[in-house]
């Protein structure tokens, strides 16, 4: 599996863009990357997933340049119930029978007014 | 529809003694994984199923830990012996897994196990 490496903690204020990096140097032909967000007391949940250049859905963007060693999870004017632990995961979501999901350390948001 | 179910949400135990916890995942999803998360870490994999298979356990302390799935749909962990050191967040996640279609886990809110 590749490995990934983020920032351990941010902050941010109300209604600014939040841009989170995360870097996965020897991520593999097949694998698609994919975050998850984790509010305090809950279980993950999924994001956004994406492969190479720009994906977007209501919650976020997703940036992945051409060599995709790393990825940027975009949050738009975020709001204080944006504060969590955010997951980057790289592996090939698509292959079934070996998808074994593997989370790091994640990075914790704290939004603040 | 209903989430992935976990019970109990949380559990006070002594050292020693035995405890079990129970995951019922989201209808027709064939994939169920036990994740341990520690307070500050992320979710590490214990074991995953694919129905009633267990095709990963490679992370289970075998010596204490067991978990079944049962025709493939609710699952159970159990821990005999406790020890202190068990003291976590026990999450259960379930995915439909499917060929050519991504791999999306939906988690329980999970079981906070204390060990005293």
């Known amino acids: 599996l590749a490995k990934t490496t983020q920032p351990i903690s941010m902050d941010s204020y109300e209604g600014q863009e939040v841009n989170i990096t995360c870097s996965h140097n020897?991520?593999?032909?097949?694998?698609?990357i994919t975050w998850y967000q984790q509010f305090p007391s809950q279980g993950p949940r999924f994001i956004i997933q994406?492969?190479?250049t720009k994906v977007t859905n209501e919650v976020a963007s997703l940036f992945i340049p051409a060599d995709r060693k790393s990825s940027t999870l975009s949050l738009p004017r975020v709001s204080l119930s944006d504060t969590a632990v955010y997951y980057c995961l790289v592996g090939d979501t698509l292959k079934t029978g070996a998808n074994n999901l593997f989370f790091g350390t994640g990075t914790r948001l704290t939004v603040i007014p | 529809e209903a989430g992935v179910v976990q019970s109990p949400r949380y559990k006070i135990i002594e050292k020693k003694q035995p405890v079990a916890f129970w995951c019922n995942p989201i209808?027709?999803?064939?994939?169920l994984y036990w994740y341990l998360q520690n307070l500050g870490q992320g979710p590490e994999l214990l074991i995953r199923?694919?129905?009633?298979?267990?095709?990963?356990d490679s992370q289970l302390p075998k010596d204490r830990f067991s978990a079944e799935r049962l025709k493939g749909v609710d699952s159970t962990l159990k821990i005999q012996p406790a020890e202190l050191g068990d003291s976590a967040v026990y999450l259960c996640a379930s995915s439909l897994e499917l060929p050519g279609v991504h791999t999306e886990a939906f988690f329980g809110q999970g079981t906070r196990l204390t060990v005293v």
């Open positions: 020897n991520i593999a032909t097949n694998d698609y």
């Open positions: 994406g492969y190479k």
């Open positions: 199923y694919e129905n009633e298979e267990a095709v990963d």
């Open positions: 209808s027709g999803h064939n994939t």
